[in-house]
């Protein structure tokens, strides 16, 4: 909150600054805002230990910040791994899911036609073409009679043709759209699922700054554009568009739609301690 506020009062872009400069400002701006924040307080008469201020951007606070870092490394409790990240392209950071909220947008589900290796044609419905090249498999569940002949057998996408296997999964929804959903990496949580589970390819094609990569002619594009471009793009194959409400994950600061980008980050390892820690939070009153 404290780097918006600055980006917006100083009318400056944080990631077009050296690091050091915009740490300065921070502070300046900081010293201005809490001067104004203690009238406030004082204004309605509340009662506050001044001593006890501090802030979060202080060589104090980094410091402990960082030695708790050290300190839960030493203790092996840190682990580094390149995993699928939810993304905010505006801010250009990882987002945790406490930052995240879910907004309601209108879309469209296009039905488009992929092919198979019997030479017909089967119909997935997505509200998102432009992950197309990241498409890595499609699923249906196993007991979905329309489908069940499919298991095991490939099929072919309608953009740069590539083979991808189609599999029986009881995640599948086969009420939802056509019954047959496209798996990409990584157009959502579930997609991470599947992945993980079917050990599946990874794909990359969205960038840290919300463009197109790894996709051919689509390179650069931001994904709103490629979205349009694709769906032009596959002519007839597009058999019908429909308008929906969707609810999509956004940053909460930002506003941005996220995406769910492959990044290096640090993990606490707190899943080993997860009954411990849910009986310290039911022992509060």
């Not at 907004?103 to 290796?117: D, P, R, S």
């Not at 991808?164 to 995640?171: F, G, H, L, V």
């Not at 759209?177 to 589970?197: A, H, P, R, S």
């Not at 471009?229 to 941005?256: H, N, P, Y």
Request: glycine content about 4%; proline content about 4%; overall charge negative.
């Amino acid at each position: 909150p404290t780097e918006r506020l600055v980006e917006k009062v100083k009318d400056v872009r944080a990631s077009h600054m050296q690091r050091h400069e915009f740490v300065e400002m921070c502070k300046q701006v900081v010293e201005e805002s809490e001067e104004s924040y203690k009238q406030i307080c004082k204004s309605v008469a509340l009662s506050i230990d001044w001593s006890q201020e501090y802030q979060t951007i202080s060589n104090t606070s980094v410091k402990v910040s960082q030695m708790s870092f050290l300190d839960l490394y030493k203790k092996n409790l840190l682990e580094r791994k390149y995993a699928p990240t939810f993304w905010d392209p505006i801010d250009m950071t990882a987002i945790a899911q406490a930052e995240m909220e879910d907004k309601e947008k209108q879309g469209h589900m296009a039905y488009i036609e992929f092919g198979n290796v019997s030479g017909s044609s089967i119909v997935i419905a997505t509200t998102r073409p432009e992950m197309i090249p990241a498409c890595v498999a499609l699923f249906f569940h196993p007991d979905d009679e329309r489908y069940k002949h499919l298991s095991g057998k490939e099929a072919t996408t309608p953009i740069y043709n590539h083979s991808i296997p189609i599999i029986a999964d009881e995640a599948v929804d086969p009420e939802k759209g056509t019954g047959l959903v496209m798996c990409c990496t990584f157009g959502d949580i579930q997609d991470i699922e599947w992945w993980k589970k079917h050990n599946l390819e990874l794909k990359d094609v969205i960038s840290l700054y919300g463009r197109m990569k790894n996709s051919g002619s689509y390179d650069g594009m931001k994904v709103s554009e490629a979205r349009k471009t694709i769906l032009e793009d596959l002519g007839e194959k597009v058999l019908k568009i429909e308008s929906v409400t969707q609810f999509v994950k956004c940053a909460e600061r930002s506003g941005a739609p996220l995406e769910i980008i492959p990044t290096n980050q640090w993990y606490i390892k707190i899943l080993d301690y997860k009954d411990r820690l849910l009986g310290k939070a039911n022992e509060c009153e």
